[in-house]
């Protein structure tokens, strides 16, 4: 992000209520180092996450939106690493 800031909500829709959604704190890592800067596409990234109940929703293929105060971006988890989600 702009701000230099790699700790970012990330919002997955709800598994118990229709409709609503979760927000999850995590910190963002961009592979190779650079920063998130946004409507950049196709970045890889690792994710730390700062709540166990990221277990239930970071699974492969969920997707999610990037929350910074607003959307952001979007993006998809495509694998779990030790327990860290890759996106």
């Given amino acids: 992000m702009p701000s230099g800031t790699r700790s970012l909500m990330l919002v997955f829709p709800s598994l118990e209520h229709l409709g609503e959604e979760v927000k999850i704190g995590?910190?963002?890592?961009?592979?190779?180092g650079s920063a998130l800067v946004p409507g950049s596409g196709d970045v890889p990234v690792t994710i730390a996450?700062?709540?166990d109940e990221a277990a239930v929703y970071v699974t492969p293929a969920?997707?999610?939106t990037l929350w910074?105060?607003?959307a952001?971006?979007?993006g998809v988890v495509?694998?779990?690493v030790d327990g860290m989600g890759s996106a």
């Fill in 26 to 32: 995590a910190v963002i890592d961009v592979i190779g």
């Fill in 68 to 70: 910074y105060g607003r």
């Fill in 49 to 51: 996450f700062w709540a």
């Fill in 78 to 80: 495509t694998r779990i």
């Fill in 62 to 64: 969920a997707a999610f």
């Fill in 72 to 74: 952001v971006g979007t």
